[in-house]
């Protein structure tokens, strides 16, 4: 058998491929962002043309890299930006609208007249923007001639997994997993299945729609010959490439936004608490394992903003020295609800809003505040977590672009309490996609030599008093409190 796994990690802001040993090494990588088109206040779109040609160009530049040739790989994994829309025409291949991103929040209007219990019982997921399926009633809506041609049955729908594996398969294969298809809102969190009900409320043609399957199988091979063998969301892969495979197990992904994922193990636990109920993996034809969520949809993507709306920042890396310029925000709250508010408190109607401020405060202010947001964001979820399960964490696992920034990771400490540990391998989004591929072929055999590998590259105390993290919190919840009913 060839001695790597690879993985393409298609997040929200750029397309990865990443190649592995099978100590969980990383051997290669290349990475290519992607255009943020940004047409009008609250769309996001992608370019899926556009993705699909990173993928094929970092594959390509991660071998070189790597100097490794197709062969040399056992078999290739997808993690990718989950409840994105592509839609697409079957005889062609081609994108027939720009991918609606989860971030988009053009569907607002359309949640009023949904059934939140309804939609809670069947999917474990809240009425909001944020899910696929307003979007894709949205495009069927919205685009000349499209139901029709959906229904009879010409134009497919897919989240980022299934557009790639229809792409990497020749097209020979409308399919997605199970974790992807749990985020669309039109999966039957009990069947599996999707619910007719669901696609009636939605009035998407069942014909759209594709073949759901587990997360690590052997889906197809790729025109370079390797077998094409797991498709997982980013955020359950993170949890895998973590090796979270016990119930209780939890970790926390910091990119353009944050999510806390617990596993829950083989029964799916409702929330009552403003988290979602999702499914964590699925291994070939054995149970599902389940987890909760808390999605905070904005949270790197706030040291975006200021790096390329505000122009503060030259890089987001600059945010770790800008913040550490100053000893404390000095009283200043940054709430970055651009895309309303997620876990735990699902307000599609919250804005943005920095609070606090006098003529005193500066940039590092306003830096340091916006790395403060993503851990008090961070601990509501962890907080709601604690109260659904009945268990404190002890410890929180953590990785993903943010962690890069030692500040942040300290003052995530300071803010929830307990220590924050970083693996060895940051990269766990793209591990897990390979894991979960390598296991599917035989690469690698048990669970536990994926647990063998895992190691620790730093660990941050928390060092606040319970008096200042008190404060703290009720100041940010205060701020929260500015920023409901804006829109
Ligand atoms: P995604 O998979 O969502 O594209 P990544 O894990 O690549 O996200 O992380 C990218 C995000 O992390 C961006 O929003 C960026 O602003 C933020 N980021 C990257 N490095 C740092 C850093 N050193 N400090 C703070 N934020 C960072």
Redesign the pocket.
């Known amino acids: 058998m060839a001695d790597f796994v690879g993985a393409i990690d298609q ?4 397309t990865r491929f990443m190649i592995f040993d099978r100590a969980g090494t990383e051997i290669g990588r290349s990475q290519i962002e992607h255009r943020q088109i940004l047409p009008a206040a609250g769309r996001v779109e992608h370019d899926a043309r556009e993705i699909w040609e990173n993928v094929r160009k970092t594959v390509d530049g991660a071998l070189a890299n790597a100097g490794l040739v197709a062969p040399d790989l056992a078999a290739i994994g997808i993690a990718n930006q989950r409840e994105t829309v592509v839609l697409w025409d079957r005889a062609t291949g081609e994108p027939v609208a720009p991918a609606i991103v989860w971030q988009d929040t053009r569907t607002a209007a359309d949640l009023k007249e949904l059934d939140a219990e309804l939609l809670r019982e069947r999917t474990g997921l809240p009425p909001a923007t944020y899910f696929s399926a307003t979007k894709v009633r949205w495009l069927l809506d919205n685009v000349d001639g499209l139901r029709k041609r959906a229904e009879r049955g010409e134009v497919l729908f897919g989240t980022i997994d299934s557009w790639l594996i229809w792409n990497l398969t020749g097209g020979e294969l409308h399919a997605t997993d199970v974790t992807n298809a749990s985020r669309t809102q039109l999966m039957n969190l009990t069947t599996l299945d999707w619910d007719p009900v669901l696609t009636e409320i939605f009035d998407i043609p069942r014909a759209m729609l594709p073949e759901i399957r587990s997360s690590a199988e052997v889906f197809g091979v790729t025109s370079s010959g390797v077998p094409l063998a797991a498709a997982i969301g ?1 955020q359950q892969a993170a949890l895998f490439g973590q090796t979270c495979f016990e119930p209780g197990d939890a970790k926390c992904t ?3 936004g944050n999510f806390v994922l617990l596993n829950t193990g083989t029964t799916p636990v409702r929330s009552t608490h403003g988290l979602l109920t999702t499914v964590a993996y699925r291994f070939k034809s054995q149970l599902p394992v389940y987890a909760l969520e808390g999605s905070i949809a904005a949270t ?2 706030a ?2 903003w200021l790096r390329d709306q505000l122009g503060i920042l030259e890089s ?2 600059a ?2 020295t800008l913040a550490a310029r100053v000893d404390d925000t000095a009283g200043v709250y940054f709430v970055p609800a651009f895309s309303g508010l997620f876990a735990p408190y699902w307000r599609p109607d919250a804005r943005a809003a920095i609070v606090g401020l006098s003529r005193f405060h500066n940039s590092a202010h306003i830096t340091r505040a916006a790395l403060e947001a993503i851990c008090y964001q961070t601990r509501d979820v962890v907080v709601a977590m604690a109260q659904d399960s009945g268990t404190d964490l002890d410890c929180l696992q953590v990785d ?3 962690t ?2 030692a500040l ?1 990771m300290q003052l995530q400490a300071d803010i929830l309490g307990v220590p924050v540990s970083r693996p060895a391998v940051a990269e766990t989004t793209a591990l897990g996609a390979a894991y979960a591929a390598g296991l599917a072929v035989g690469f690698w055999t048990s669970q536990d030599e994926l647990r063998a590998n895992r190691g620790e590259s730093r660990r941050w105390h928390p060092s606040w008093s319970a008096e200042q993290r008190q404060d703290g919190t009720t100041r940010w919840r205060a701020a929260i409190d500015r920023t409901l009913d804006w829109v």
Do not use: L, P, R, W
């Open positions: 997040g929200t802001t750029s980013d910091y990119g353009t790197g993507s040291i975006q987001a890396a945010s770790e993903g672009g943010v890069a920034n942040c």
